[in-house]
């Protein structure tokens, strides 16, 4: 028996269900949300969230070291990593409770099981049934390891938060931004970090620059980073583990993180028994409204395998609301989506990398880059340098690229992503007054093209 009937229905809670849940209710709409898990999805739970609190406990590990050459002294304070995670998990059951609230707020009912599509327009909810104008899909994604031996005995990114004993030894697999992230973290830390990178280079997808100056910057920090290097199994030893590599090589660790990417989290929902044919990822195939093949059924966010950021699923989020419930006015832009890595030092980026824009223009492409040492680094006595970089067009002189490795680089590349997003030139770049002394005035000062 059909319990309710609803205008929207949300599979889902995390920043993309969410948002769309609330603004749809906010709109008029009568709308429910199920989550069997914790509300907030990927982000506040086990990734953005937690990800950027860790990073900052481990900035501190640095700033103490580098305090003495601004005249501090004395010992420095010790980590205790149980002290971290209560902490952690304390705020992030705070955001929980935010997240119920703003649904509730709205006038949103949430439902706390797990969902299926049980046939056109009707979703399942352990056992009871609810009939829906609209269902939305927004279930994110899931992380994804290698198929070796010993594969059960490695952690995902999922389970870094809450290890129950800090690793003094891990091993990290992978080279995108996750793995780079948690080497970066668990370093800083006090871990003993070997990072295994099947490819020629980390960060695949960024600028070649900005790839070759992030894999010297963990090198720098301490870390064994080991290019075109593949496991071949996991073993237990003494106690330990033991990663056995292709090349016939073992690595000791107390942990083995499997950062190897993330899949959309589709299996289970129902769609291919309506007839649904996902994508080769598990992917939900949608078009520009979101709309999936199937009547009234919509997905957004890691699901649909597009952009998996969490900003981006908020902003597709807003998008489909609108059409559904609005004026059907909004669209979003995937051009120039920014995006941060917080390793130490930061990452950020926005725009075309200069292998995009020869790409596309050839020799049409002019390059300005530039490498220092931070201010703030001339009495540290740290080794850290700063990156940027500007990719242009030679023919229209717009900014098609910026990149940025440095301290805060997410905080600065914001900015400039609102003047890519305007169509500055390289001529307005130039034509604003830096704010002295910063990093971020390097951008503005750039004269002389490199390339």
């Known amino acids: 028996m059909e319990e309710s009937s609803w205008d929207l229905f949300v599979i889902g809670a995390g920043s993309g269900g969410v948002r769309a849940a609330r603004m749809a209710a906010q709109r008029g709409a009568r709308v429910a949300i199920a989550e069997p898990g914790a509300l907030g999805g990927t982000c506040v739970n086990v990734g953005c969230i937690p990800k950027k609190l860790y990073s900052y406990a481990a900035g501190y590990a640095a700033s103490f070291e580098e305090s003495h050459g601004y005249g501090w002294s004395g010992p420095a304070p010790t980590f205790d990593w149980a002290t971290l995670k209560a902490n952690r998990a304390r705020e992030i059951q705070r ?3 935010v997240y119920e609230q703003l ?21 399942e909810v352990d056992g009871a049934l609810h009939r829906a104008r609209h269902v939305l899909v927004a279930t994110g994604g899931r992380p994804v390891g290698l198929e070796l031996p010993g594969h059960e005995l490695a952690v995902s990114s999922d389970a870094m938060f809450d290890l129950p004993v800090f690793p003094r030894r891990l091993v990290v ?3 995108g931004y996750i793995a780079c992230e948690f080497a970066s973290i668990f370093r800083a830390l006090g871990a003993q970090v070997v990072q295994l ?35 071949a199994a996991i073993e237990r030893a003494a106690g330990a583990l033991c990663v056995r590599l292709a090349d ?35 992917a939900i195939p949608v078009d520009e409204h979101y709309q999936t093949a199937l009547p009234g059924v919509h997905a957004l966010g890691d699901v649909i395998d597009r952009v998996q950021l969490t900003p981006v699923a908020l902003a597709e989020a807003m998008v489909l609301v609108d059409r559904l419930f609005g004026a059907g006015q909004r669209r979003l832009d995937y051009a120039l989506i920014p ?50 970089k500007l990719v242009v067009d030679a023919a229209s002189d717009r900014v098609l690229g910026l990149h940025m490795v440095g301290d805060e680089a997410g905080e600065i590349v914001q900015g400039f992503a609102v003047a890519l997003q305007a169509g500055a030139t390289k001529a307005q770049f130039d034509a604003t007054v830096g704010i002295h002394p910063t990093a971020a005035e390097e951008f503005v000062t750039m004269r002389e093209p490199v390339a």
């Open 95 to 97: 955001l929980n409770g």
């Open 103 to 123: 649904l509730r707020g709205a006038g949103v009912q949430l439902l706390r099981g797990r969902a299926q599509l049980a046939g056109p327009g009707v979703v």
């Open 173 to 175: 697999v992978g080279a």
């Open 197 to 231: 990178v099947r490819g020629e280079q980390v960060l695949r997808g960024f600028d070649v620059d900005v790839r070759a100056c992030v894999g010297r910057e963990l090198q720098r920090q301490g870390i064994d980073l080991r290019l075109g290097c593949a496991p």
């Open 248 to 282: 016939g090589g073992t690595v000791d660790a107390d942990t083995v993180l499997m950062a190897t990417g993330r899949v959309p989290n589709s299996a289970g929902l129902g769609l291919e028994r309506l007839g649904l044919v996902l994508g080769e990822r598990g």
């Open 339 to 388: 995006t941060a890595v917080f390793t130490h030092p930061n990452v950020a980026t926005v725009g075309l990398t200069e292998a995009q824009a020869r790409e596309r223009l050839g020799d049409g492409v002019r390059i300005f880059r530039s490498e220092f040492k931070p201010l703030r680094h001339t009495l540290s006595g740290a080794g850290e340098r700063t990156f940027m």
